[in-house]
């Protein structure tokens, strides 16, 4: 069924699509590109279909594994870099405030108040992701296929190139979004990576024609994709086993003069004014409108323009691998040649968050898409498609219940005639997470490097395999490193709040009394509620009193290594673990798996502060986390089956006595860029 109205063609896409019949020429003076007349053809939108989340074997796949960890008393807030007021306060591309500034919505940093249950479905408040949870078990789902994951050279694996071989698979014009085939990879992205990596400018030009718009200075073809490089956090980092790289690319218009003619200026000067757009950084003499051929599409605060198109390939950790050495990966930053999934955003239409009200998103709705292609419509605007490795390691199109997990991260609120899935957090711009967080200014038009990563290849495979050579930069509203911040409220290097082997080995090492500090470096206690607490509040004590000596910097101020970057046997074993779920094609399960379940699923509360099963069932010390309880009090009311349980997060705690409620963070970097000082 056809879900498109007709009146939703904007006038931004009439412009994409129209000056496609314009002849031209680059700004250099190359010779003209001829074509034909001026046309303006019908749009033509893949076509999906509607599917009730109820048929999944996990109807809540957009509640993401992190968001069901335990906060250690409070002292363990990961929350707030999803669950915020600030963006949504900012008018800022987001109409999702999770953290109390919307009734409806609760506060997601002090509750843990999941959807309302459904009749025929499972609770939204038990912890559907079995890999993360319980990652024996899926040990044994590998064992029964008679696979030894010991016996797998995952060197090798990490540097087999799938990626070519899934694009070779792209139908149509690769300067259209839209493949045009009902193919399984008709909105596979049209980034060619026998293109890549970008030049030194951002920019990815090809030697093939085809591939581009316009031809450049030296002869090679622009192709419209740029590189964005940004800060990351706690979501895909080397210390977790996933890296990315992130391409943007705007309709042809804003690639061209008002004559129609190709100019490269005037397409970074519309790049550079969505950037400001993007960050809330806007200036008066960046006028109401993009230039040139886009003169008449409006430079709106928070909101890319109809037609921009997101690649994200999702790599491999491999620690060899910064760009300089070809034979390993071409890439910087860790990426490895093989990629995990390949990753595609489309604006297909306006949306408004301001004319919407929070507190009316539509969980429970169907969701829109097409499984055979691989995408679905995330109700805000955009198109999600993503592709992911089958047991084979080659990539396929993720069906509706694996892409509902990226609505979970990438959406909004809206409501419609027809209600159609939408989700998202209070922490994305136009459902979008990489342009918020870029460097400013020509740093961040360039590959994700991961803090400019510079393997050092005489390291042993258990030790820091190489240095970052970026500084932290300073959040705008905090004037407080990005990164210390992650530290001090997380104690813990990713959205889960978990420590890896090898930080825990650096840490005890430097956290000494030998070394000024007020007390030794601890390992957790579980004995008992009580000594897990205790050792607990030390670690955060502890780790404050590292980031607020500099500590975590090096001497030239980049952020250390130790903190970033896996040894090498860690960073393998990671993708040997990783690889057991594309053997047995369990990502609705979990796609992150640890050595052991993490410490934060595991139920350490003490009397007065606990909670039981939902069958009433008391918690053992150090027990497995499946399940918190749910309101059952009056079934009449829209709060029945909501979530009840309390993150034991302080909102009256100040920071300087260990608090961690932060309600207005924004995930904006100071301009002009500033780092944190070193010591």
Known sequence: MNHRPAFLYSVATVLMMSAAGVGCSDSQGQSPVQSAALTVPVVSYPQGDFRSPITFSNPYAHIPAQCHIETSRGTQNACLFCHTNGVYQLGLGNNFPQAGAEPRLGNLQLEYSFTPINPFTASPSRNPWENTLTPEKLREAVAALGIDPAAWAIDTWIREDNWRAAFQQRPGDLRNWDGGSDGPFRLFPGLDPADLPADADGFVRSSTARNGFFPDTDGRWMTGWRAVNFMPYGIFTPMTGSVSGIYLRLPKPFMQREDGHFDRAIYVANLDRLERAIQDRLRPEDGEFYQGAAGNVALEHGQYPVGTEIAHPLHYVDVAADGRNLAVSPWPGTRARRVKEIRYMYKWKPFYPSQFRPGVKEEGAPVYGNDAQGWVDNGVGWYLAGYIEDASGALRPQNREELAQCIGCHSGVSTTEFPMFTSGVGNTVDATWSLPRKWPGELGWREMDYLRYLAQTDAPPDATPGVAQSGDPLNRGLE???????????????????????????????????????????????????????????????????????????????????????????????????????????????????????????????????????????????????????????PALITYGVGIAETLIDPDRPFAEGGTYFPDYAPLLIEPLRFAPAR
């Open 480 to 634: 407080k490193g990005e990164f210390r911040h992650f530290l001090d409220n997380v104690v813990g290097v990713s959205l889960y709040g978990d420590m890896p082997a090898a930080i825990e080995r650096f840490l005890a090492r430097v956290i000494q009394p030998a070394n000024g500090y007020s007390a030794a470096w601890p390992t957790l206690d579980t004995a008992s509620a009580a000594s897990f607490q205790q050792s607990q509040a030390l670690r955060q004590t502890l780790l404050r009193e590292f980031t607020a000596r500099g500590d975590y910097l090096t001497a030239e101020g980049a952020i250390r290594g130790e903190l970033l970057y896996p040894p090498r046997d860690d960073a393998l074993e990671a993708a040997r673990r990783y690889r057991q779920v594309v053997a047995t094609q369990r990502y609705v399960k979990g796609k992150d798996v640890f050595p052991e379940t993490p410490v934060t699923f595991r139920y350490f509360r003490e009397a007065g502060e606990g909670f039981a099963h939902q069958d009433e069932r008391p918690y053992q010390v150090g027990e497995v986390i499946t399940d918190r309880p749910i309101d059952l009090t009056n």
